[in-house]
Every structure is written in structure tokens, then in C-alpha cells.
């Protein structure tokens, strides 16, 4: 399983990486996609909604399953992938890097400080 070392993760399997100051890329993990298996459909919220830790903010649908993304941190979206959209699969095969589902405003960098380091998601996943 790929864990990239310059992500953090949520217990949902939600990651998320901060590119500057106040602003962040959030996508499943490897584990989670690999998990549902065959991605067929996202949905993900317009630019503009506000995050809020925790809350739901999207669906993830495979062949075997539908799940809930949860948001990792309050944040407002700047962006969501469209790639992703229109080819729900690439969050299977490249989930890091064009399969990364929104792009947000982060509301408090305090809150990162809550989210699980690579090391702690590795012990979470194997667990």
C-alpha cells in the first residue's frame, strides 16, 4: 500500500496536503480506493461550500459499494477535480496526484495538527 510520506490522513481515509499557506488538496487514499475497487462515480460539492471537520461532503461509488468522503478539516472549496468527475477511475489508478478531489481554503491550520501522520495511518490501516 502507497503511503506517501508528505500527506496527512484521516481515520476515514481521506488525505490531504497543504501546497501553501492557507491552502490544501484533499483525495482518498490508496487503501480506500483500493478498498471499493473499481471507482465509478464521484460527487463532490461545488466551489465555494464551506467544509466543516468531520461532515460529509461527497460520494465516492464502485462496484462495490458507495461511501461518504468526509471532510479532513473546516475549509472552503476553491476548486473540485473534474478529472475526477469525468473519469471517476483515475482515483484508482493515481489517487495522489490526478485523482486528488478538491482543492480548499483551509479555516484554521490549527486543525492539522489533529489528522494522522503517514507513520500513525500505516499502524491504522494495518490494524
Known amino acids: 500500500m502507497n503511503i506517501p510520506s508528505d500527506l496527512l ?3 476515514e481515509h481521506e488525505w ?4 501553501d499557506d ?6 482518498i487514499t490508496d487503501y480506500a480506493q ?7 462515480f464521484v460527487e463532490l ?4 461550500r464551506v467544509l466543516k471537520s468531520g461532515a460529509t461532503f461527497g460520494v ?3 462496484v462495490k ?3 461518504d468522503l468526509y471532510a479532513p ?3 472552503v472549496v476553491l476548486e473540485c477535480n473534474e478529472t475526477a468527475i469525468g473519469a471517476p477511475d483515475s482515483l484508482n489508478r493515481d489517487p495522489y496526484e490526478s485523482g486528488w478531489l478538491l482543492r480548499v481554503k483551509l479555516a484554521d491550520k490549527g486543525q492539522l495538527s489533529v489528522l494522522l501522520s503517514p507513520v500513525d495511518y500505516a499502524a491504522h490501516t494495518a490494524g
Open 60 to 62: 465516492v461509488e464502485s
Open 22 to 27: 492557507d491552502t490544501a488538496l484533499i483525495g
Open 34 to 40: 483500493n478498498s471499493l475497487g473499481d471507482i465509478t
Open 73 to 75: 478539516v473546516d475549509a
Open 16 to 19: 490531504l496536503k497543504v501546497i
Open 45 to 48: 460539492p461545488k466551489a465555494g
Open 9 to 11: 490522513y484521516t481515520r
Open 65 to 67: 459499494a458507495a461511501s
